[in-house]
C-alpha cells in the first residue's frame, strides 16, 4: 500500500501533465516518487528565452506538511541563486512557516520560472549577480546571454554538465580594471587651455613678440620726443644770437626753415605710422611694419636735400 505522500506526489505529477504548462516537465527517478528531476525553460520574450535548466526535487514523507528540497541542477548566474550550493533563495521552501500545504508541484516549478526573469533583490543571495543587476545591466545581460547559450550546450550533449553555469564570469564580461592617476591642477588647466583655445602656439608666439615689439617701440619713440625737445630748445635758444646777423645769410634762414619743417614732418610721420600700427584693427602684422622707423628718417633727409636750392649753397 502506497504512502500519503506518494498518492498525492501522484495526483500533482498527472496535474501538470494535463496542464501541459510552457517550459516545465517533470521525470520522477525513484519508485516511491520522492525524487524529482524538474526541467524548467525560460519565459519568452525575457531574457532567459532558451535557456533549459535541471533542478532536483526532493519530498519526503511528511509531505504535505513540509516544503520539497530544490536545488539547480544547472546553476544559472541569479541574484536568487546560491553559486556554490545551487539553492534558489524561495521564501516558503527557506521558512516552514511560511509553507501552504496548498502549494503542489506545479506550483513550486512555475514560481521558479517566473524567479529567473524576475529577480527578487532584497532576498538576493548571489552578491556579485545583484551589484550587476543594480549598477551594470549591460554586463549583467551579457552574463545571462552566456548562460542560455551553456545550458543549451549541455542539453544538446555539446558539453558535459558542470554542476554550474555562469559561476565564473567570461574573460569578456569582466571589466578591465582602471589606473587613476592624480593629476594637480596646475597641470589639469595647462592641459585643457592648450586643447581647448582656437589659436595654434605659433599664433600665441606671435602676439608676445608684438607685445614687446610695440613696447619697445613706446620707449623709442619717448627718447626721440626727448631728443626732438632738447634740439628744438636749443635751436630756438640759438635763434637770438642768429638774428642780431645783419639780416642773417640766406644759407642759415633757409636751413633753419628747412630744419624745422623737416622735423615737424618727421614726428607726424612717426606718430602717424605707430597709429597705423596698433590702432588698426584689421592691419595684419606683417603690413603693420611697412615703414621702420630708419626707413622714414632716411626718405625724410634725401627729400630735404631735394629741396636745397644749389645756387644759394654755392654762394
Known amino acids: 500500500m502506497h504512502s500519503r505522500s506518494y498518492l498525492l506526489l501522484e495526483r500533482e505529477y498527472q496535474e501538470l501533465q494535463d496542464a501541459r504548462l510552457y517550459g516545465i516537465s517533470v521525470t520522477p527517478i525513484s519508485d516511491n516518487l520522492l525524487k524529482w528531476i524538474v526541467q524548467v525553460q525560460g519565459l519568452k520574450d525575457s531574457l532567459w528565452e532558451g535557456a533549459i535548466l535541471q533542478l532536483t526535487l526532493t519530498y519526503t514523507e511528511e509531505y504535505n506538511h513540509h516544503p520539497p528540497s530544490v536545488i539547480f541542477n544547472t546553476i544559472p548566474f541569479h541574484p536568487n541563486v546560491d553559486q556554490t550550493s545551487g539553492k534558489p533563495c524561495i521564501d516558503f521552501l527557506d521558512n516552514p512557516a511560511e509553507w501552504n500545504p496548498a502549494y503542489t508541484m506545479t506550483y513550486i516549478s512555475l514560481v521558479i520560472q517566473a524567479m529567473l526573469s524576475n529577480p527578487v533583490l532584497e532576498d538576493a543571495v548571489n552578491l556579485e549577480a545583484t551589484y550587476l543587476v543594480l549598477n551594470k545591466a549591460d554586463l549583467y545581460r551579457q552574463m545571462v546571454l552566456n548562460c542560455v547559450k551553456t545550458s543549451r550546450m549541455i542539453e544538446d550533449g555539446s558539453i558535459q554538465q558542470s554542476n554550474v553555469?555562469?559561476?565564473?564570469?567570461?574573460?569578456?564580461?569582466?571589466?578591465?580594471?582602471?589606473?587613476?592617476?592624480?593629476?594637480?591642477?596646475?597641470?589639469?588647466?595647462?592641459?585643457?587651455?592648450?586643447?581647448?583655445?582656437?589659436?595654434?602656439?605659433?599664433?600665441?608666439?606671435?602676439?608676445?613678440?608684438?607685445?614687446?615689439?610695440?613696447?619697445?617701440?613706446?620707449?623709442?619713440?619717448?627718447?626721440?620726443?626727448?631728443?626732438?625737445?632738447?634740439?628744438?630748445?636749443?635751436?630756438?635758444?640759438?635763434?637770438?644770437?642768429?638774428?642780431?646777423?645783419?639780416?642773417?645769410?640766406?644759407?642759415?634762414?633757409?636751413?633753419?626753415?628747412?630744419?624745422?619743417?623737416?622735423?615737424?614732418?618727421?614726428?607726424?610721420?612717426?606718430?602717424?605710422?605707430?597709429?597705423?600700427?596698433?590702432h588698426t584693427d584689421n592691419t595684419p602684422a606683417s603690413s603693420a611694419r611697412e615703414a621702420e622707423p630708419l626707413e622714414d628718417e632716411v626718405d625724410n633727409l634725401v627729400a630735404w636735400t631735394n629741396t636745397l636750392s644749389a645756387e644759394l649753397l654755392e654762394d
Open 165 to 278: 553555469i555562469g559561476r565564473t564570469p567570461p574573460p569578456v564580461c569582466t571589466p578591465a580594471p582602471r589606473k587613476i592617476k592624480s593629476v594637480s591642477f596646475e597641470n589639469y588647466h595647462k592641459t585643457w587651455s592648450e586643447i581647448a583655445t582656437s589659436k595654434t602656439v605659433q599664433s600665441v608666439k606671435h602676439k608676445k613678440y608684438r607685445e614687446l615689439e610695440s613696447t619697445k617701440e613706446l620707449e623709442e619713440m619717448r627718447n626721440g620726443n626727448k631728443v626732438y625737445s632738447i634740439f628744438i630748445h636749443e635751436l630756438l635758444s640759438d635763434r637770438t644770437s642768429r638774428a642780431e646777423h645783419a639780416g642773417g645769410c640766406t644759407l642759415c634762414r633757409l636751413t633753419e626753415s628747412h630744419i624745422l619743417a623737416s622735423i615737424v614732418d618727421m614726428k607726424a610721420d612717426a606718430e602717424s605710422s605707430f597709429q597705423k600700427r596698433h
